[in-house]
């Protein structure tokens, strides 16, 4: 369950905290790729602990609050050129996409692990790097906006006017484009472009406009209403959206919980709740005596009994971080000769044992194996694949792409060029050059 694959590194604004080693960029040493960089094994091999109270080499960066791909606050756009205001009262976010510091703790300071009964931490296999947030840096809300209207306005639309613009705009950019579409013309953008384009191509075009908390709210609801639950859409949104946004949904959705209990049963029901109770551990840093004692429960709780412990399973994959079950693997893989996935196969089926897999793994991961699991075999999953491209910005997507490459599943571009067709595949593709 190791896993290689690391976000692209960020420059941080702020200055290193406690005397942590400096962050590296592309080529540097212990850079991604690197010889002794990311992903990297510790001295001693793989997974080795530092010495007593030292990181491992690798470096350090807490994820930004809010986690990976912190969504855009769910409302009305913001002024041209003015962020977006923070949601709910929380601190506003720092400029450029830079993260906030976390509060209650010195910027980039993991909170102590619950239990923790020793000062010992490794680095785990997986890199922690921030994230960054692309946007164009040439953007002209009005003049976007004129565009636009320009090539869906009479007989015809100008597609590659749309292809031009919308894929290659962050959330904040779409959102000022938005404003001034419907200020200049009384009219929304996303309505014309549903009047002139039509299929997977207007889909994604219309689902790459919205905010990504609205967004994953939208998807929440198509997932419970109606005939059938559309259980895979769930676990792609509560297993890899962060404590901070599942708060969000709750606020905005707030029927969430007692329609998830109403339209999913057994462990399923049950894991999904405590995902919904938004208490997972979020640092990057893990206490090695702690992951062992943990995968020590797992095998009590699984392999080592007749029947499983489902509650403890529970328990434990909703606590913790795939950072921290990366290195419970590590010790399950010792103590065991196979890996923690390995175990949750043997003891569990269904979209139960999906659910428990998916909060093994981080998000890139976690999107990479998705894609080719919404392209695999006959006919594709594209409510699957733009609702990916749809929550991810573009640098995400470029990087899910590498990792998609690391874990074996080929070029995502070409399956991509495969798998859609027409301005749908154009659009898609557009968004990995």
């Known amino acids: 369950m190791s896993y290689g694959g690391g976000y692209p590194p960020y420059n941080s604004p702020y200055p290193q ?13 212990g850079a ?17 602990p530092s010495p007593y109270g030292a990181p491992a080499p690798g470096g350090y960066g807490a994820p930004a609050p809010g986690g990976y791909g912190a969504p855009s606050p769910y409302g009305a756009p913001a002024p041209y050129g003015a962020p977006a205001p923070s949601p709910y009262g929380a601190p506003a976010p720092s400029p450029y996409g830079a993260p906030a510091p976390m509060p209650g703790a010195p910027y980039g300071a993991p909170a102590p692990l619950p239990g923790a009964t020793t000062v010992t931490t490794v680095t785990t296999n997986i890199p ?45 950019q779409l959102e000022q484009i938005q404003a001034a579409y419907l200020s200049e013309n009384r009219k929304s953008l996303e309505g014309d472009i549903r009047g002139d384009t039509s299929g997977n191509y207007c889909t994604l075009l219309c689902d790459l406009l919205k905010p990504v908390l609205g967004y994953k709210i939208e998807n929440l609801k198509k997932a419970v209403k109606g005939l059938g639950t559309r259980e895979v859409l769930l676990i792609d949104i509560l297993t890899q959206s962060s404590n901070a946004e599942i708060e969000q949904l709750k606020r905005q959705y707030p029927e969430i919980e007692h329609e998830i209990k109403g339209d999913t049963s057994g462990n399923f029901r049950n894991v999904l709740a405590k995902l919904l109770k938004a208490n997972r551990l979020e640092v990057p840093f893990v206490d090695d005596l702690k992951a062992e004692a943990v995968a020590k429960e797992i095998y009590a709780a699984g392999e080592f009994r007749l029947g499983t412990n489902d509650s403890k399973f529970v328990d434990i994959f909703t606590t913790y971080s795939p ?3 990366d290195r419970v693997d590590w ?14 196969e043997k003891e569990t089926s269904g979209y139960y044992r999906d659910t428990l897999i998916a909060l093994t793994k981080p998000p890139d991961v976690y999107f990479a194996d998705r894609l080719a ?6 006919g594709t999953d594209d409510w699957g694949l733009i609702y990916i491209f749809a929550v991810h910005d573009k640098a995400q997507l470029k990087h899910i792409a590498k990792v998609f490459a690391q874990r074996g599943h080929g070029n995502l571009a070409a399956k991509i060029e495969k798998d859609t067709s027409g301005n749908y595949k154009k659009t898609l593709l557009s968004i990995l050059s």
Do not use: E, W
């Not at 840096?137 to 015809?156: E, S």
């Open 17 to 29: 905290q406690g005397g942590y080693p400096p962050q590296q960029g592309y080529g540097a040493p």
């Open 32 to 48: 991604y790729g690197a010889p002794g960089g990311y992903g990297a094994p510790a001295p001693g091999g793989y997974g080795a």
């Open 128 to 172: 922690i790097v921030f994230m960054p947030i692309h946007a164009y840096p040439h953007c002209d809300p009005p003049g976007d906006a004129r565009r636009l209207y320009k090539a869906m306005k009479g007989l015809g639309t100008n597609d590659s006017v749309l292809m031009d613009i919308i894929p290659h705009r962050s959330k904040l």
């Open 323 to 325: 950072y921290f079950l």
């Open 331 to 344: 010790h399950y893989r010792k103590s065991h000769g196979h890996s923690l996935t390995i175990a949750i």
């Open 373 to 378: 699991q919404a392209m695999k075999g006959l």
